[in-house]
């Protein structure tokens, strides 16, 4: 019999949107079941974790979106990661570039931006069980103060986040240079979906899952910050690849 596969998330998790559009690629169907925070933590406290994604099967669970994708590799081998030894390098540099500075930074970065209640309601309660929206507003300076300490939100820390962003954008726009349609050659793969996934707060795709707020709803420096990383080719590269590989 067939896995039963179900994915816990939060809805605004870029690291779950990894995983989402990985399973939608792979044609795999799953059951999302999204929590507002802190209700993740009851649903993952079941498979042994705390953070989300986590996938369960019928035989376990897969917590860390890129352990994920390595299980889902082999149920379709080659699919997601190419075979091809002399891509590997470039493979686990960039996976790892994405994983630990890009994504780290554009959350950082967005909830630099979006800590008020009319940005981060519809961000994090999209699909939620009904009685975790109605916590919403009693929740919200709790949320709020946790957040800023773990994310050490502070007057310069979107700045700083968004130079990391840069960064990581200047090693794509070298690698694209060369005129590659992905970022492996010629073949969609996992460090594409890694990359458009963990950038998209920052390029705000039409194609997400969470349908972006209307720029001018933005603070005036995240609306630069979107517009001139969107301009980048590494921007424009990211809005293609969900344009044309995500749905
Ligand atoms: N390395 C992890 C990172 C996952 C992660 O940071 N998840 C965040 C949401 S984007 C989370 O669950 N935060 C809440 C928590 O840790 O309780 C992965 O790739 O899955």
């Not at 939608?24 to 169907?29: F, K, R, S, T």
């Not at 891509?87 to 994983?99: D, G, I, K, P, V």
């Not at 794509?172 to 458009?196: E, K, W």
Request: glycine share 4%; proline share 10%.
């Amino acid at each position: 019999m067939p896995t039963k596969f179900r994915l816990i998330t939060i809805p605004v998790s870029h690291y779950s949107e990894k995983v989402r559009w990985a399973l939608d690629y792979l044609q795999i169907p799953f059951q999302e079941l999204p929590h507002m925070p802190p209700f993740h933590r009851g649903a993952t406290k079941k498979y042994g974790g705390t953070s989300v994604p986590v996938l369960a099967t019928d035989t376990g669970a897969i917590h860390d979106s890129t352990d994920i994708l390595r299980y889902l590799d082999t149920l379709h081998p080659g699919k997601l990661y190419p075979n091809n030894p002399e891509l590997q390098a470039l493979s686990t540099e960039l996976e790892t570039l994405f994983n630990l500075t890009l994504g780290v930074n554009t959350r950082r970065w967005g909830y630099s931006h979006i800590l008020t209640p009319q940005l981060l309601y519809p961000r994090w309660t999209l699909g939620v069980p009904v009685w975790e929206k109605l916590l919403f507003p009693m929740l919200f300076p709790k949320i709020r103060s946790i957040l800023t300490d773990s994310f050490d939100l502070n007057p310069t820390s979107a700045a700083e986040s968004y130079r990391e962003i840069e960064r990581v954008f200047d090693r794509v726009n070298q690698i694209l240079a060369d005129g590659r349609q992905y970022l492996l050659g010629d073949r969609f793969s996992a460090i594409d979906i890694t990359f458009a996934a963990l950038a998209a707060p920052i390029l705000q795709p039409l194609e997400q899952s969470i349908p972006p707020s209307p720029l001018a709803l933005s603070p005036p420096q995240m609306q630069a910050d979107i517009r001139n990383c969107q301009a980048t080719p590494a921007g424009e590269f990211g809005l293609r690849l969900y344009r044309e590989n995500r749905h």
